[in-house]
């Protein structure tokens, strides 16, 4: 069971996840205020397309439709009694949404990339900075005569891994599987 942190501890820890906190919402904001309004534009409609105000008026329209071209509301005469005019909107907005769903998931893509060097960069400086502790913590052990048992695994551990030779392993590996997915 780990102690409580103290409030010294507590106090840096937020001002450090407070600013990393405020840097990202910061950088979202800068993206934002960069979209284009074509874009700005398309995430708008994209997110009214996904709400339920959008099911919600899409019942009321079919269903109203429906209603007067039955002639079930003899106030309005039928437009469509065949129901091909209801078809062709349909389909046509259906082109629209997903077209606009496609350039926002495009978006979203690009951020997610970005997302994923910058974690990559992160792990790659830990990887490196964890490496070389290693190493200075395994000179200080043979320096005070402290017997590592595991001395062929912090050998291989003290290792720089470059990200070239890991992607060149993935690749080897997912040839000898013959598969085009790392994971698979």
């Not at 309004?37 to 339920?52: C, L, P, V």
Request: glycine share 2%.
């Amino acid at each position: 069971m780990s102690a409580p942190r103290s409030e010294q501890q507590q106090s840096t820890i937020s001002r450090r996840l407070d600013r990393n906190i405020e840097a990202l919402l910061k950088r979202r904001e800068q993206e934002a205020r960069q979209s284009s309004r074509q874009e700005r534009a398309a995430d708008a409609i994209t997110r009214f397309a996904g709400s339920m105000m959008f099911v919600y008026l899409h019942l009321l329209v079919v269903t109203l439709w429906i209603v007067v071209n039955t002639g079930l509301l003899p106030l309005i005469p039928a437009f469509d009694p065949s129901f091909v005019i209801l078809a062709m909107v349909a389909s046509v907005e259906a082109i629209f949404i997903s077209t606009f769903v496609l350039i926002s998931q495009n978006r979203m893509a690009e951020a997610d990339d970005k997302r994923a060097d910058l974690n990559l960069q992160i792990c790659l400086l830990a990887e490196h900075e964890a490496t070389e502790v290693l190493t200075l913590v395994s000179a200080i052990a043979e320096k005070l005569g402290v017997e590592i048992e595991t001395r062929e695994e912090l050998e291989e551990l003290k290792e720089q891994v470059t990200p070239e030779e890991v992607l060149d392993e993935i690749e080897q590996k997912m040839r000898r599987r013959g598969t085009n997915t790392p994971l698979a």
